[in-house]
């Protein structure tokens, strides 16, 4: 298997989940997912990092997002965050949009792509004291949710 | 920060001596066990949530070019889809596959308790199903079909339903609401 395939199957998962909790529509999250990879795939294939994949994503979101506004769903992200309550039915990508950015890629990239923190520590450049913190407390924000906290 | 040592303890970052220290507390102190008891059980909870959708495939040829390009694609896969509805009705032989491409024989084998008919759809039978065979009175099916080299997508039906294989690894959502399991071969 090359290179390109072993890194789309580890962060496939997360990134997948990134971009549905981003843009909260699975057709526009597939789109970006390709576009992504495909970037990826044709000028960074030497260089392939997490950090990088979902810098792009990222911004590709950005950009979709600013040059039409009517397609990203505003409205049901203050929805589905008002029903939460004791509500554990939350999709996943519902819960992860409870994450500030970066709260969200540390915490897919530890639980969702099973990176070691010293992994992340090294692709980030945040600590790995700092790192355990923030995925602590993601799921603290989720557990709450989930519990209707 | 001794809560912390949960998180830990979940992504099996723990070190020997944070590893004693979490037993311990998790002995020791209550609120500490039922606190990681509530983590282990929210995370439980969330990692199913993710699991319930699987991120698509990425294809280098079909993203090739522009959006338009998918569009394209997703218009063909209805019309094939419409061509699989109609052939449903008429007739029901595996389509052969081209000559000029290498063929493998692939065997495709299946567990399943309840069903009694169980057949196999694919990309390679140009959707229509083929019936597996039960192996010996056991509850495994089992079908050998010649494949060409490439990716394959296949669905598995077990009395009428619609299943992926729990034996692939890749999985993705067609545009008709089924998951068909992928196959490189």
């Keep these: 298997m090359d290179k390109f395939q072993v890194f789309f199957d580890q962060t496939k998962k997360g990134f997948y989940h990134y971009l549905l909790s981003l843009t909260r529509d699975s057709a526009l999250a597939d789109d970006i997912f390709q576009e992504t990879y495909f970037k990826i795939l ?108 | 920060m001794k809560e912390i040592l949960i998180s830990q303890f979940i992504d099996d970052e723990l070190t020997l001596p944070e590893k004693r220290e979490f037993v311990v507390n998790v002995k020791v102190d209550d609120t500490f066990y039922s606190e990681t008891i509530e983590m282990l059980d929210s995370e439980i909870l969330f990692r199913d949530k993710l699991n319930k959708k699987t991120p698509p495939q990425f294809h280098v040829e079909k993203y090739r070019g522009s959006r338009k390009f998918i569009h394209l694609a997703v218009a063909a896969l209805f019309f094939i889809g419409l061509a699989f509805l109609g052939s449903k009705i008429t007739a029901n032989k595996p389509e052969a596959v081209s000559k000029n491409n290498i063929q493998k024989e692939y065997r495709f084998v299946i567990y399943n308790d309840s069903a009694s008919n169980v057949e196999l759809s694919g990309t390679f039978t140009n959707w229509h199903k083929i019936p597996m065979k039960r192996i010996n009175n056991s509850n495994y099916w089992e079908i050998t079909v010649p494949l060409t080299k490439g990716e394959h997508k296949y669905a598995i039906i077990a009395d009428g339903q619609v299943l992926a294989d729990p034996t692939s690894t890749f999985i993705e959502q067609d545009d008709f609401g089924n998951i068909n399991s992928v196959l490189e071969v």
């Design chain 1, 42 to 149: 044709k000028k960074y294939k030497d260089k392939l990092s997490p950090m990088l994949l979902y810098k792009i994503g990222k911004n590709l979101f950005i950009d979709e997002y600013n040059r039409n506004k009517k397609h990203i769903n505003t409205e049901n992200i203050t929805l589905s965050y008002e029903q939460t309550g004791s509500d554990n039915s939350m999709e996943a990508d519902a819960l992860l949009a409870l994450l500030d950015d970066e709260e969200k890629k540390l915490f897919l990239m530890s639980a969702v792509d099973g990176l070691k923190y010293d992994e992340i520590s090294a692709i980030t450049g945040i600590s790995v004291s700092n790192i355990k913190v923030k995925i602590f407390r993601a799921r603290k924000k989720i557990q709450n949710t989930l519990k209707g906290g």
